[in-house]
């Protein structure tokens, strides 16, 4: 069993940045961020795939950047120019032999 826990959510200004941050209660293949709103299907934000490259949901190229310390078991995702449209809840995701484990969920709220 592994566990993630995300930190860094919160409110923020259209604009704004935030630094979201997960760590994984031990090591963990592929590691990624995701976000859902009320109403919708979770959607990926931007994760880290099999042969180790980036990839990112078309909304947020650009402006969110993610990054992983394997040795501390941890994938950080960096927002800039947030906007009102990124509100959501934000959840890490990481998978070992083929089970995906999830966070409980951090708020990230834009809004002026």
């Known amino acids: 069993q592994v566990q993630l826990v995300e930190s860094g959510g919160g409110l923020v200004q259209p604009g704004g940045s935030l630094r979201l941050s997960c760590v994984a209660s031990?090591?963990?293949?592929?590691m990624g961020w995701y976000r859902q709103v009320p109403g919708k299907e979770r959607e990926l934000v931007a994760s880290?795939?099999?042969?180790?490259?980036?990839e990112y949901a078309a909304s947020v190229k650009g402006r969110f950047t993610i990054s992983r310390d394997n040795a501390k078991n941890t994938v950080d995702l960096q927002m800039n120019s947030l906007k009102p449209d990124d509100t959501a809840v934000y959840y890490c995701?990481?998978?070992?032999?083929?089970?995906?484990?999830w966070g409980q969920g951090t708020q990230v709220t834009v809004s002026s």
């Open positions: 995701k990481g998978t070992k032999y083929a089970r995906n484990y």
């Open positions: 031990a090591s963990i293949f592929r």
């Open positions: 880290f795939t099999d042969f180790g490259s980036t």
